[in-house]
């Protein structure tokens, strides 16, 4: 062969190998490098869940399609019923806005497979049901133009795809490891591995800045799926790459590497203590319901009332955490009414007594909280914020502060709270003396401005 020739087979595989992208790296970032670019999520503290999906038609859990072990067959009715006419991402953009939501986070895809989106890889999507739209682009200008930060949750986990292995938690789990064989014959997860790989590219390419992907999730284990399964690493590259500031959650079966996830998400429980990993406090962030299923669930009657979830919220900030609340729409694309009057509700408060919250976090040590109250703290403002759970009568001792207290007043009417030494309070106590009428807010709170 002439070297001409030996060129002109070369050269092309050459340029290809260099006109590749570096293949992208998880991020080494210093502990401050994260924190800064976490900083406006630490900030917010609250955010909206939306869990919207076929599941919203039987109206009985996000999970119905596996709780009941239905076939694609069986399920295939949601699918091609789905038509949320009232769809209108603009009215739940500014409800998540007056409740005081600074972000949110909408399932573009759940476990049962079914896409939000236009997506080129899949037929089951929304553009091929009687809806016949994108409801993420809608879904993402509505709430941008409100002023909230997008995120979007991606299942990992996928009941419809046909190369989805038969696993444990799939509809069709079974209970020998030949029958499990045999449904699996001829199911490649490579193909699906790239099918998540490709769609992931989608949502973070075509939506504009998207702030958060919640991956959801891993379970390790006999006929369980992990980081292998996912090919966790690349796909988390893949996003990183795509979204360089994006926040990332922690179930991608990557706990114990390097930049493989941003914040750990305790699910529908108080955490006791600000949650640590190798005795260091980590970013965190509780997702919760207002009742028990994320999807929307018609006969369901556990609603927490305002005063429990502004409680949740207060709390999961007294120990340096945010509170992801989930509102799971109806078939017709509205918000239920229950959940309307809790987001109103927790607006109203919000609206005076925000600044307990936005860029609050845990009380140092030195401040030991009154019984029946939270803390929270502005490390900028030096404020401290002292929540009354339960209403005390006539006062309120704040133990060992005497010397640390410049000014008090109630936080929703900026209102003066006189102190001084309380008849049993020993000699660094502060008695604050407060009104005996509890002033018309659920939890009232005290800003301390501290010397
Ligand atoms: C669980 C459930 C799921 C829900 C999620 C929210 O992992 O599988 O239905 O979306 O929690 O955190």
């Avoid at 409740?99 to 497979?113: C, S």
């Avoid at 995120?151 to 490891?177: A, K």
């Avoid at 769609?199 to 959801?216: A, K, M, P």
């Avoid at 049993?424 to 807010?441: G, H, I, Y």
Wanted: aromatic share 12%; charged share 25%.
């Amino acid at each position: 062969m002439k070297i001409k020739n030996l060129f002109k087979l070369v050269l092309p595989v050459l340029l290809l190998i260099v006109s590749q992208p570096a293949p992208a790296q998880l991020p080494r970032e210093t502990e401050a490098q994260k924190a800064q670019r976490m900083k406006w999520w630490t900030d917010a503290r609250f955010g909206m869940f939306i869990h919207w999906g076929l599941y919203a038609l039987p109206a009985r859990h996000e999970w119905v399609k596996n709780r009941e072990r239905m076939t694609d067959e069986q399920y295939q009715k949601y699918f091609e019923l789905f038509d949320p006419d009232l769809y209108n991402p603009k009215e739940w953009a500014r409800m998540a806005k007056e409740a005081g939501m600074k972000y949110v986070v909408l399932t573009a895809k759940h476990h049962e497979g079914f896409c939000l989106w236009d997506s080129k890889y899949t037929d089951y999507k929304s553009t091929n049901t009687p809806c016949g739209k994108d409801l993420i682009k809608e879904y993402v200008e509505a709430f941008r133009a409100e002023g909230l930060k997008v995120g979007f949750y991606y299942s990992l986990i996928d009941w419809h795809h046909p190369d989805y292995t038969i696993d444990s938690r799939h509809p069709q789990r079974q209970e020998s490891d030949e029958e499990y064989e045999k449904l699996n014959k001829g199911k490649d997860m490579n193909r699906y591995r790239e099918y998540m790989k490709n769609q992931v590219r989608e949502l973070l390419t075509n939506y504009g800045e998207i702030s958060i992907i919640w991956f959801d999730f891993s379970f390790p284990g006999k006929n369980g799926k992990g980081r292998q399964d996912w090919d966790s690493e690349n796909l988390l590259k893949l996003a990183r790459s795509l979204q360089p500031g994006i926040i990332v959650d922690d179930r991608l079966d990557l706990r114990d590497v390097e930049g493989g996830w941003d914040f750990t998400t305790p699910e529908q429980y108080k955490v006791a203590k600000w949650p640590e990993v190798n005795g260091k406090k980590v970013p965190w962030e509780t997702c919760q319901t207002f009742s028990g299923s994320w999807g929307y669930y018609r006969d369901e009657y556990t609603w927490k009332s305002p005063e429990q979830l502004l409680e949740l919220l207060i709390e999961s900030v007294s120990k340096g955490g945010n509170l992801l609340l989930n509102v799971g729409p109806t078939a017709r694309g509205t918000i239920d009414y229950r959940a309307q009057e809790r987001l109103k509700a927790m607006g109203e408060w919000m609206k005076f007594n925000n600044r307990s919250i936005y860029m609050c976090t845990q009380a140092p040590e030195e401040f030991t909280a009154p019984p029946n109250t939270l803390l929270t703290f502005n490390p900028e403002t030096r404020r401290l914020y002292v929540h009354l759970l339960s209403y005390p009568m006539g006062s309120l001792t704040l133990s060992n502060m005497a010397d640390k207290v410049k000014y008090v007043q109630f936080l929703h009417d900026a209102s003066e709270i006189r102190f001084g030494t309380g008849r049993e309070a020993s000699a660094n106590d502060l008695t604050l003396q407060l009104p005996v009428q509890k002033p018309p807010v659920i939890i009232p709170v005290l800003e301390v401005f501290l010397k």
